[in-house]
C-alpha cells in the first residue's frame, strides 16, 4: 500500500510564496513518476505538474509554468512544490500523486493519492 502525505499548505498574500512537501511510503519512490495536482470549489481537478523518477524530466500546466517548480529527493522519499508569484486563482486544494506510467497530465492514469493541502491566496 502506497501512502502519501502533503503538507505545506497555507494562507498566503498574492504575489508570495509557499513551498509543498509530499512524503511518500510504501513503494520503491525512486522508480516512479509524481505528481501534483489542484482543484478549487466547484471545479475539476486539475493538473500541475510532474516530474520523472530520475528528476529530470518535467512538465507543467500551462497556468503555472513559469512560476512553479517541481522537484524530488529519492534520498528522502519526498517531492516538493515551490510555488512563486501565487495569485489568487492558485487557491485550491493541492494533491500529490504517483503513478507507474511516464510523465503524464492525465489524472486517470494516477494510481495512489495523497488527501490533499490548502493552499489560499489572498488578493
Known amino acids: 500500500q502506497v501512502q502519501l502525505v502533503e503538507s505545506g499548505g497555507g494562507l498566503v498574500q498574492a504575489g508570495g510564496s509557499l513551498r509543498l512537501s509530499c512524503a511518500a511510503s510504501g513503494r520503491t519512490f525512486r522508480t516512479y513518476t509524481m505528481g501534483w495536482f489542484r482543484q478549487a470549489p466547484g471545479k475539476g481537478r486539475e493538473f500541475v505538474a510532474a516530474i520523472g523518477w530520475s528528476g529530470i524530466s518535467t512538465s507543467y500546466g500551462d497556468p503555472v509554468k513559469g512560476r512553479f517548480t517541481i522537484s524530488r529527493d529519492n534520498a528522502k522519499n519526498t517531492v516538493y512544490l515551490q510555488m512563486n508569484s501565487l495569485k489568487p486563482e492558485d487557491t485550491a486544494v493541492y494533491y500529490c500523486?504517483?503513478?507507474?506510467?511516464?510523465?503524464?497530465?492525465?489524472?486517470?492514469?494516477?494510481?495512489?493519492w495523497g488527501q490533499g493541502t490548502q493552499v489560499t491566496v489572498s488578493s
Open positions: 500523486a504517483t503513478t507507474t506510467r511516464g510523465i503524464t497530465d492525465n489524472r486517470e492514469l494516477y494510481d495512489y
